[in-house]
């Protein structure tokens, strides 16, 4: 097999059908960095709080079914039924800040989280609250805890500067990076026009410690970018990572329409 | 309206003020703050106050402060350490994982009740000048229902006096007649946003809070290009494309936090 060139776009592969579209991008899944900065940082507190109010009610529910802290290979499933128009919502970060709630506090690592799903159902007019149902599951022993709660949905945003007019940059590499992938997108010329409105991605990697979410991330604003995935009905993301040799790494992209 | 600045402060976890915890009211909600607050002066961090003493401080019966008590220890918000001198003596622990199918609580008194392990265990909690947990807020449950103590609660949450200069913009501020309330903030109050602002228009005229128009600035030198506090609009100059936002500030605040704002800002707050 041989070795993509870091410079050049990756080599992309589409395939469309009856159900959907199948993409392939041959090169090592590559993940969103944060932005950087000198400065000291502050995060946003509502995002904060409901981090903390998702921390609580997972452990709960760990906790009632006597189970220990998950070490093995995750699975995590989410739903969000809301009255809130999927244009209003990113779903993959509110499952970032969903992950993040989680993290440590009911599972040692969510670079343990190699298979997860996040959907948006329409709620009932009568009844506007938003819900969230969420599922984890030990892939190796098969235990698992669900909760849900009245809440609403909220995005990960990303820590800004504590000083006033103090800077921060795109992190460069990740910026390059998504450059190409763009790039390897407009070099074909695919006829469709046609918007999905559900993604799956499936990231084959050599390196375990790779977030699923943060790999999503780096494609995801790509697709509807370029129009493969809509902007204004999305209404499900799946994400899953499996372990491969170096030279087998891709990235296999599902779109499917509702 | 003058600020009362304080000098000693004390810390109740978040979710105290939100619905995590339903049976957390009336009488145990008031007791459990009125044990933060002495715990959070006390040099060794207990709770010694007698049962008399305690119930006069609520403004309860002895019996009805004992049977708050007693529920707060057996769901792990408080644990009896020892007793001197005919006095039980009680810790505070971080708050229990509450299991709601199952009406369960899980202890968590294996995380340490200090500000850096609850930081760093996502367990964020709120700071409280002392002077705001004396008196009638603990003594008059016919005026300050549970509501009113929980909102005045998420707003010292939310009131980052250095970053907003008062209570974040996101979460609540005035908007020409009316107000700006989070989803959030109905949710975890359990309320319609009409609830809360007649609330915070009574904590107005209660004196815990102010209106203050403020400066908000985009940082040019962010790639997030937010929106940044820089001062009160009465001390500060005024660029095209500045916002003017009026925000929630309350008026008992920590002295520290108040220099710290003072310290971002060049000394652009009017107190």
């Known amino acids: ?258 | 309206m003058s600020i009362q600045l304080s000098k000693n402060t004390f810390f109740v976890d978040r979710t105290v003020f939100g619905n995590t915890f339903p049976e957390l009211k009336g009488d145990r909600l008031r007791i459990y703050l009125l044990m933060c607050r002495v715990v959070g002066t006390n040099p060794n961090g207990s709770f010694f106050m007698s049962l008399d003493s305690t119930a006069k401080e609520v403004n309860i019966s002895m019996k009805l402060t004992r049977n708050a008590i007693e529920w707060l220890c057996r769901n792990f918000f408080i644990k009896k350490v020892g007793s001197r001198c005919q006095v039980n003596v009680y810790k505070v622990m971080v708050v229990p994982d509450y299991h709601l199918p199952t009406d369960t609580y899980y202890s968590n008194e294996q995380i340490q009740r200090d500000r850096v392990t609850m930081k760093s265990t996502q367990n964020g909690y709120c700071e409280f000048p002392i002077e705001v947990m004396q008196g009638s807020i603990l003594r008059n449950q016919t005026k300050w229902t549970d509501r009113r103590v929980k909102l005045l609660g998420q707003l010292y949450l939310y009131h980052w006096i250095d970053i907003y200069g008062g209570v974040d913009p996101e979460a609540a501020h005035f908007k020409n007649n009316t107000m700006h309330i989070s989803e959030l903030l109905t949710y975890t109050l359990g309320c319609h946003t009409n609830d809360i602002k007649h609330i915070v228009k009574w904590l107005q005229r209660e004196g815990y809070l102010t209106r203050v128009k403020t400066v908000y600035r985009e940082n040019q030198n962010s790639c997030h290009k937010e929106l940044q506090f820089i001062g009160d609009a009465i001390k500060t100059n005024q660029q095209p494309g500045d916002f003017l936002i009026d925000v929630i500030r309350l008026t008992c605040i920590p002295d520290l936090k108040l220099n710290d704002a003072q310290n971002r800002t060049g000394g652009k707050l009017a107190v």
């Open chain 1, 1 to 258: 097999m041989k070795q993509a060139n870091p410079l050049h776009p990756p080599e992309l592969k589409i395939k469309e059908n009856q159900a959907g579209m199948i993409m392939q991008l041959i090169h090592e899944p590559k993940t969103l960095e944060r932005p950087s900065t000198n400065d000291k940082l502050i995060q946003y507190h509502s995002m904060m709080y409901f981090q903390q109010l998702i921390m609580k009610k997972a452990r709960a529910a760990l906790r009632a079914k006597s189970l220990s802290i998950f070490k093995n290979d995750i699975a995590v499933e989410i739903e969000i039924v809301s009255v809130q128009s999927p244009n209003s919502l990113k779903l993959e970060l509110v499952l970032k800040s969903i992950f993040d709630a989680l993290n440590k506090s009911v599972i040692t690592d969510d670079h343990l989280i190699s298979n997860a799903q996040v959907w948006l159902y329409s709620g009932q007019k009568r009844y506007p609250k938003t819900k969230i149902h969420v599922r984890v599951e030990d892939l190796a022993t098969r235990d698992y805890f669900h909760f849900s709660c009245e809440i609403p949905a909220i995005e990960k945003r990303e820590a800004v500067t504590y000083n006033i007019a103090s800077t921060m940059h795109r992190h460069a590499s990740s910026a390059a990076e998504i450059k190409l992938i763009e790039q390897a997108f407009s070099n074909l010329q695919t006829g469709s026009t046609k918007q999905h409105e559900i993604c799956h991605m499936l990231f084959l990697t050599s390196d375990p410690k790779k977030d699923v979410d943060n790999m999503l991330l780096m494609y995801i604003d790509v697709l509807r970018r370029q129009g493969y995935l809509s902007r204004a009905d999305n209404i499900g993301i799946g994400m899953y990572k499996r372990h491969v040799d170096k030279s087998d790494e891709r990235v296999h992209i599902n779109l499917v329409s509702k």
